[in-house]
């Protein structure tokens, strides 16, 4: 069974820092792209980020781009999102993602995109 479990979520006041954290397991996904999104109550699942297949490449949406940082660690199938100068727009459940096709040479913006979720984490910003 394949899953994704993030951990790392929280309250923090603005200008902090989190990092949060994504295993899988059941599966490697070291040739697949994988990604962050967020969902905000009473708000539709929004884009974070996106990272390839090696690492070797990002995409942030502009509302956290300079601020965000996704990784990934393909030895330990793990993903990772530093998050920094949080704001409290940036309050919302926090979900990462995996495509099941490998490679791919188009960026994966949409929830669409993506065949494996995690149950999501908590993130929340207090002003």
């Known amino acids: 069974q394949v899953q994704l479990v993030e951990s790392g979520g929280g309250l923090v006041q603005t200008g902090g820092s989190l990092r949060l954290s994504c295993a899988a397991s059941g599966r490697t996904f070291s040739r697949n792209a994988m990604g962050w999104f967020r969902q905000a109550p009473g708000k539709e699942r929004e884009f974070v980020g996106t990272i390839n297949w090696s690492g070797s490449s990002t995409l942030y949406a502009d509302s956290v781009k300079g601020r965000f940082t996704i990784s990934r660690d393909n030895g330990k199938n793990t993903l990772d999102l530093q998050m920094n100068s949080l704001k409290p727009e940036d309050t919302a459940e926090y979900y990462c993602?995996?495509?099941?096709?490998?490679?791919?040479?188009?960026?994966?913006?949409?929830?669409?995109?993506?065949?494996?979720w995690g149950q999501g984490t908590q993130v929340i910003v207090s002003s």
């Open positions: 993602a995996a495509r099941g096709a490998p490679f791919g040479s188009l960026w994966f913006r949409r929830p669409a995109d993506y065949d494996y």
